[in-house]
């Protein structure tokens, strides 16, 4: 039996173990035939010696991985650790791409396998369809390449709205004008641009019209052109809203939907122009729909668990409705 000592360099052992040894734990599961003893920035693992060299190439990918994105989600790993072909994740060399810096040089870039997808789709279609659940970075992405379009002068102006549909809740108790009721509502939106653009800056981009942010229904009469649109929670805009939105789309402008179809605060789901135009739209030239699942899930670890979980749940009631 063959016994090597791999050393951990360029990273924090905390960032490649994980929190509570999770990704320690996934790399032991799946090499269980190795003996795998860690300390601090040492790892002595024991066994034959093909398989010794096998691992040490796995612990040089996830630690190449971890210098270029900073984050990494279990399935992430699962991929670079598999190495199965269909599954195999490819980890970017030196030059792999930031979308831009944010503040205080703070890189942004895609991490996830379907954050890099809609990054790549939106360099030949202009209008992206990003759709899954919560915490999978779907808006924070596409305002990250509408950030980027418009330093870069692709664009003359950002603009970002919502359908003004509560999610269980009732703006109109919400105390304040039709804009104070409206600005919680919008936040996400300001937090994501405050990230990556000086508040300064992103102060006179408002005055100015550079960015522009407002309910969906100011949308209307509108053409919006040499602009980057984003229509956030687009589950929650009706059919007729969505065919409205779209119709907006100048010659010289790019558009992306972001939405979770599991997450229709409508009457009836079958009300969501989000559901009926991923039907519609698919297949159409120019256009992109993106899914977003569970392996995108960059918040607590738990939140991938509970997407899976409800996920199982609504295929089960599915599956009964048919019967």
Do not use: C, W
Not at 59 to 74: D, H, I, T
Not at 200 to 208: A, E, P, V
């Amino acid at each position: 039996m063959a016994e090597k000592l791999i050393y951990l360099e360029g990273v924090d052992p905390v960032d490649f173990y994980g929190v509570n040894n999770v990704r320690f734990h996934k790399f032991i599961e799946l090499f269980e035939d190795l003996k795998i003893v860690s300390r601090g920035n040492e790892i002595k693992v024991s066994g034959k010696e093909n398989r010794l060299e096998e691992f040490e190439e796995k612990v040089e990918l996830v630690v190449r991985y971890l210098k270029k994105f900073s984050a990494m989600n279990l399935p992430d790993l699962e991929e670079i650790i598999g190495g199965e072909a269909r599954h195999k994740m490819e980890v970017p060399g030196p030059d792999d791409e930031v979308l831009l810096h944010g503040e205080r040089g703070r890189k942004i870039r895609a991490v996830t396998i379907n954050q890099k997808k809609l990054v790549e789709e939106g360099k030949s279609n202009d209008l992206l369809l990003a759709v899954g659940p919560a915490g999978t970075g779907k808006t924070y992405t596409a305002i990250a390449m509408a950030v980027k379009a418009l330093k870069e002068r692709e664009v003359k102006k950002i603009v970002l709205t919502r359908p003004a549909v509560e999610a269980g809740e009732k703006l109109g108790f919400l105390p304040g004008d039709f804009k104070e009721k409206l600005d919680p509502y919008l936040q996400p939106l300001f937090d994501a641009l405050r990230d990556m653009i000086p508040a300064k800056k992103l102060i006179q981009f408002m005055d100015d019209g550079t960015i522009q942010i407002a309910p969906l229904a100011y949308m209307r009469g509108r053409t919006l052109d040499q602009a980057f649109v984003i229509l956030d929670e687009a589950q929650n805009a009706t059919n007729s809203q969505f065919k409205m939105f779209l119709t907006r789309m100048g010659p010289h402008a790019r558009f992306i939907v972001t939405g979770d179809d599991s997450q229709v605060d409508l009457p009836r789901r079958e009300d969501s122009g989000l559901v009926q135009a991923m039907e519609i739209l698919d297949g159409i030239k120019g256009i992109s729909i993106v899914r977003f699942d569970e392996r995108d899930v960059l918040r607590h670890r738990l939140v991938k668990s509970i997407v899976a979980a409800y996920s199982s749940k609504s295929s089960v009631k599915k599956s009964k409705d048919k019967k």
